[in-house]
């Protein structure tokens, strides 16, 4: 059979009536079932993530309008009318402090050995795999080792008074862990993405490894590094499993310390995700509107972060491709 | 001007930040080794001593898990964690892959720009919100609704959030699995006039099939290690019985060391009680990685083969 174009008609005829013929005029109607099955299931999450922050601003609604100044300042209280955040937006603030402080420059210099000074050993490999792995480790296994080394081995080192190792020193240093292979792992990846060229005209010019590294890999490198480091945060931020074993405060917290009291870092201590999951599992009336209210609190800052972090990796991505 | 050995070894004060950035940056990768030895004896210590002493009828035939009360019953979490996991994964992975697929097959470049933040942003989401929405919404507006559950806290609802949390990574890594096939092969089966269906069930998805496998993996092990979702929406506090219905409440091994560890002030209790949480976590650890052992094996297939 041979295939007439009409071509005078034009090209699009041209092409329908090329289609046409290939599919005998029949539409393929399994495919587009196909297709739009797809759609859907992609559709549903975002149907989800509407119904989620519909669900949670409408809960939280009230509490904003009533009291959000009064919300955001209080303290924990066992009558949810009166409770605030505070308490857990300082811990959680010292929690990314700590984020920032260790695990970032620990994160950063281990990718930079990995990828630019490391030999193709076997030691090397086993280090990569260790760190895939620990990735995957649940997070609530890092809490047993933030509780067994930080809560309890460490405890004169960590806390004072009775605070007992539960403090916020205990915290940050467990969630440091925790984003640290994440923090290298991103970081890897972006280090990996410099063209050696760039390395290479470096060292034509007699500087030494570490001189290229700063002046060349690390600021073409950065937009994707920084892109993992506020992923990282984001995940610090949202992580309650292992606040929970390092001993998080779920009641009443005695001390009330301005944000940067250095003195709070050795006493017990309490977390946006952790009020979040108090105030939710509470039955009482009226804390389910102040849980939403905690989780529009959390969700605005991490949404910040993610967005950040998508905008920074697209807006380079685009420019060098 | 003749160019001596002394001036190719460079300047003394080059050579010695050289060495010392060095030594630092190997440290650094160092700590990861140091931090999976950490986390080993942390669950080691207390798990050996849990392991030698219990008396092994309460961990295998006791009536439930009441760690307070001496009953171990470590089915009691291993069923709710594969309800958990296996709710989640019903959900997950259908919807996952079929994202994977249109946004590696079917998307177009501006679709694509839309569609794949609102995942990330997914991704994103903490688990505690989750467990959150587990409770105001999927519970009472789906699991009760259509299932029709007794009780607002049970471990459908759990797993439902939970793969909902799952969604974004089996998406993200399909597609990376799904366009890492080669355009070629797709060229080939349009050029033998192959529809577009055919081509993406017939060739394009087979050919990533080991990345896909991969994908499914690291979400069951997500999934089995995920807390905070259970230990809001699954009801049961400080134990249960051995239950296998997924419309009543129960207890995963994550949420039932959570739940152990906020039960009193701190991880406390008389006999073998704190010991278990340990055990329960030795149990979770080797689980979680063995999951991730096999899907590190799987995603390096598809690495190898293009």
């Not at chain 2, 989750?130 to 999927?138: D, E, M, T």
């Not at chain 2, 890594?173 to 055919?198: F, H, N, Q």
């Amino acid at each position: 059979m041979a295939l007439t174009t009409p071509a005078a008609v034009g090209p699009r005829a041209a092409e329908r009536s090329v289609a046409d013929q290939l599919t005998r005029g029949g539409a393929d109607w399994a495919g587009i079932v196909f297709q739009w099955l797809l759609i859907a299931s992609l559709g549903f999450s975002v149907l989800v993530l509407a119904t989620l922050i519909i669900d949670v601003v409408g809960t939280a609604a009230p509490v904003f309008s009533d009291r959000f100044v009064d919300f955001m300042t209080g303290t924990l209280r066992t009558r949810a009318s009166e409770a605030g955040l505070y308490q857990g937006l300082v811990g959680s603030f010292w929690i990314c402090a700590f984020v920032v402080i260790l695990a970032f420059p620990l994160g950063i210099g281990a990718a930079i050995y990995l990828e630019e000074y490391a030999a193709d050993t076997r030691a090397t490999r086993f280090v990569n795999v260790n760190i895939r792995n620990l990735a995957g480790v649940p997070s609530i296994v890092y809490g047993i080792l933030g509780f067994t080394i930080f809560t309890k081995a460490l405890r004169s080192l960590t806390s004072a008074g009775t605070a007992n190792g539960r403090t916020v020193v205990s915290a940050g240093l467990t969630l440091a862990i925790l984003v640290l292979p994440i923090v290298i792992i991103t970081a890897s990846e972006a280090i990996r993405a410099v063209p050696s060229s760039l390395r290479e005209a470096g060292y034509g010019v007699g500087a030494t490894r570490w001189e290229v590294i700063r002046s060349h890999v690390l600021p073409y490198a950065a937009p994707g590094i920084i892109t993992g480091l506020i992923l990282s945060i984001a995940r610090a931020l949202g992580e309650a499993a292992p606040l929970i074993l390092v001993g998080a405060t779920t009641g009443r917290l005695a001390s009330d310390p301005s944000l940067l009291d250095l003195e709070q870092l050795r006493e017990r201590f309490t977390a946006l995700p952790i009020i979040v999951t108090e105030w939710t599992k509470n039955p009482q009336e009226g804390f389910d509107e102040i849980a939403a209210a905690a989780i529009v609190v959390m969700l605005v800052i991490v949404i910040i972060l993610n967005t950040v972090a998508i905008l920074l990796r697209n807006r380079y991505e685009r420019k060098r491709s | 001007m003749a160019i001596t050995l002394e001036d190719l070894r460079g300047d003394r004060r080059r050579v010695r930040t050289e060495r010392i950035v060095r030594t630092l940056l190997t440290a650094a990768a160092g700590t990861s080794v140091l931090i999976s030895a950490l986390i080993v004896f942390s669950l080691a210590r207390e798990t050996w001593t849990f392991v030698t002493e219990v008396e092994w009828a309460t961990v295998f035939s006791s009536d439930g898990w009441f760690p307070r009360r001496g009953e171990y019953n470590i089915w009691t979490l291993l069923v709710g964690s594969a309800i958990v996991t296996t709710v989640a994964m019903a959900l997950a992975i259908p919807v996952g892959l079929a994202s994977a697929i249109y946004l590696s097959e079917y998307a177009r470049p501006r679709m694509r720009k839309v569609l794949k933040p609102t995942l990330e942003i997914l991704a994103g989401i903490p688990s505690v919100v989750l467990g959150f929405f587990a409770i105001s919404f999927i519970s009472p507006e789906v699991v009760q609704r259509f299932f029709g559950a007794t009780s607002l806290f049970n471990l459908m609802a759990a797993g439902l959030a939970v793969g909902l949390l799952s969604i974004p990574l089996v998406a993200s890594v399909s597609e990376d699995a799904l366009r890492s096939v080669p355009p070629a092969l797709r060229e080939a089966s349009y050029g033998m006039g192959a529809r577009k269906i055919t081509t993406t069930l017939r060739v394009v998805v087979p050919a990533a099939v080991s990345g896909l496998v991969a994908a499914s993996i690291l979400a069951v092990s997500r999934a089995v290690g995920e807390t905070m979702v259970v230990f809001i929406a699954g009801g049961a506090g400080g134990g249960t019985l051995l239950e296998t219905s997924p419309l009543e409440p129960g207890l995963t091994m994550t949420a039932a060391m959570a739940s152990q560890a906020t039960g009193t002030d701190a991880v406390v209790g008389e006999a073998l009680t704190f010991q278990s949480l340990f055990f329960v976590g030795s149990v979770l650890f080797l689980i979680t990685f063995m999951l991730n052992v096999v899907a590190s094996r799987f995603v390096r297939r598809v690495r190898q083969s293009y």
